[in-house]
């Protein structure tokens, strides 16, 4: 943890079914596409295609 934003779900969209409001969430300060081998074994801090 370092630069990580965190917050509470207000609202989404029918379309999101990763959260839903009123959870906490922690966001990372990278980008990146959870497609990626990487990003599938759960480090997205090491994505393939992040910005």
Avoid: I
Avoid at 4 to 11: A, D
Avoid at 30 to 50: K, M, Y
């Amino acid at each position: 943890m370092g630069h990580e934003y965190v917050g509470w779900v207000e609202e989404a969209s029918s379309e999101v079914t990763a959260v839903k409001p009123g959870q906490f969430v922690v966001g990372s300060c990278a980008t990146s596409d959870n497609t990626c081998a990487d990003c599938r074994n759960g480090f997205q801090s090491n994505c393939l295609n992040r910005e």
